[in-house]
């Protein structure tokens, strides 16, 4: 599947459940009741949108996996997957940002893995080691990078749409997270940052970093 659609699969359901109740009250309230059911059914519209990317195509860029606004930007020793001293840079991913994810740089996926926890904000320090989470490892040509996916308050669902073998091109769609969450990469530390926090970003789009020929 290339989840291509310009509304993820996975927003079906709400928009489905809602137009019901907007059709249930517009036989119960008239045009009043419609309105009413027709905020939600729009706006779970708006949430799932999955819009088309035009990512940079030189093979050393490594672009943003999620829309949102950067948060911090840390050295930091990575021992899941990277075992190694690595840059994580963080987006925070608001209740209107797109909520899909992108693959930062070509590679094949060497590892996934959910693991459990709690619902904290997602903006918060401790929600990187405490929240309901997803990790990606990626095989790259200049070395492991890792993806995590991370629920927040109201987000309450990942989806990883690929699996240990698979091969991803930049900017390649590989999943999405439900509602307002926070999405972190890891990086090896000899490479060029290219964003800063605060900045806003756009996954598969917006170049955040570039390895050095």
Known sequence: MNHRESVAREGWVFIGFFAL????????????GALIG????????????????KTPAQK??????????????????EDRYIHAN?????IFLSLFSVHINRTPIAGQVEWVQKVSGIFLPAYKDEASHKNVRNYLGLSTEWGR???????????????????????????????LI??????????????NILVEPGQKVKGGETLIARFYR
């Open 145 to 175: 990078i890792m993806v995590v996916q991370i629920t927040g308050l109201i987000a309450r669902r990942l989806v990883c749409w690929v699996q240990p073998g698979d091969i991803l091109e930049t900017g390649q769609r590989f999943g």
């Open 38 to 53: 027709l905020v939600p059914t729009l706006f779970c519209v708006f949430f799932f949108r999955n819009p088309k990317r």
């Open 60 to 77: 050393t860029n490594v672009v943003s996996p999620a829309d949102g606004r950067i948060m911090d930007i840390t050295n930091m020793s």
């Open 178 to 191: 439900r509602f307002g969450s926070c999405t972190e990469i890891y990086l090896p530390e000899d490479i």
């Open 86 to 90: 690595t840059i994580r840079v963080r």
């Open 21 to 32: 109740i907007t059709i249930l009250l517009y036989f119960a309230w008239d045009y009043l």
